[in-house]
T-cell receptor, first 111, second 116 residues
Framework: GQQVMQIPQYQHVQEGEDFTTYCNSS?????IQWYKQRPGGHPVFLIQ?????EVKKQKRLTFQFGEAKKNSSLHITATQTTDVGTYFC???????????FGKGTMLLVSP | EPEVTQTPSHQVTQMGQEVILRCVPI?????FYWYRQILGQKVEFLVS????????KSEIFDDQFSVERPDGSNFTLKIRSTKLEDSAMYFC??????????????FGSGTQLSVL
């Protein structure tokens, strides 16, 4: 079945440093979604990417969808302590009603 | 912003007991899901539900699991005879259309199930 892999599993940065997490799918994706889960919380939708090569920005967050639509990345510029959490990418599974989530990248930010 | 409400927030049960996890989705959503997350691991799909029917289910969703929308507002997940490996955080989610087609998921705050 489809697999969605994310690296790194974990990253600890100093506040102000940049952070990037990478997501790779074993199959071509029609779209990819990113979610953030704060410690002890639930996943919250951040963004969806649909087009090949698409780049979207949300303040300090930049999301990219690869040309082949099999990989994606999330880059955070100048991290803040409020960025702490686990970032998941998710892509449609073989069925139409499900998302396959990556294992997530846990981000810790030290002040 | 509307929220998905889940109760209870924590449930402790003995192995072999039945549990029912409850969810009240956002009122205008028609597509519902249950996902689970074992501590520190990824979010795993269990089942999707639309028009009072299961649309898809994963291998995890075996005969011990069932879902129901008994009264048009609540959406429940029942585990008939719990096993130790059922211990996890269970998330209810909803969407405006099928998430596999690009609709975002709205997750509830989850029920932490502990099977002893």
């Amino acid at each position: 079945g489809q697999q969605v892999m994310q690296i790194p599993q974990y990253q600890h940065v100093q506040e102000g440093e940049d952070f990037t997490t990478y997501c790779n799918s074993s199959t071509t994706l029609s779209n990819i979604q990113w979610y953030k889960q704060r410690p002890g919380g639930h996943p919250v939708f951040l963004i969806q990417l649909v087009k090949s090569g698409e780049v979207k920005k949300q303040k300090r967050l930049t999301f990219q969808f690869g040309e082949a639509k099999k990989n994606s990345s999330l880059h955070i510029t100048a991290t803040q302590t409020t960025d702490v959490g686990t970032y998941f990418c998710a892509g449609p599974s073989s069925g139409y009603s499900t998302l396959t989530f990556g294992k997530g990248t846990m981000l810790l930010v030290s002040p | 912003e509307p929220e998905v409400t889940q109760t209870p927030s924590h449930q402790v049960t003995q192995m072999g007991q039945e549990v029912i996890l409850r969810c009240v989705p956002i009122s205008n959503h028609l597509y519902f899901y249950w996902y689970r997350q074992i501590l520190g691991q990824k979010v795993e799909f269990l089942v999707s539900f639309y028009n009072n029917e299961i649309s898809e289910k994963s291998e995890i969703f075996d005969d011990q699991f069932s879902v129901e929308r008994p009264d048009g507002s609540n959406f429940t997940l029942k585990i008939r005879s719990t096993k130790l490996e059922d211990s996890a955080m269970y998330f209810c989610a909803g969407s405006n259309s099928w998430t596999g087609l690009g609709e975002k998921l709205f997750f509830g705050s989850g029920t932490q199930l502990s099977v002893l």
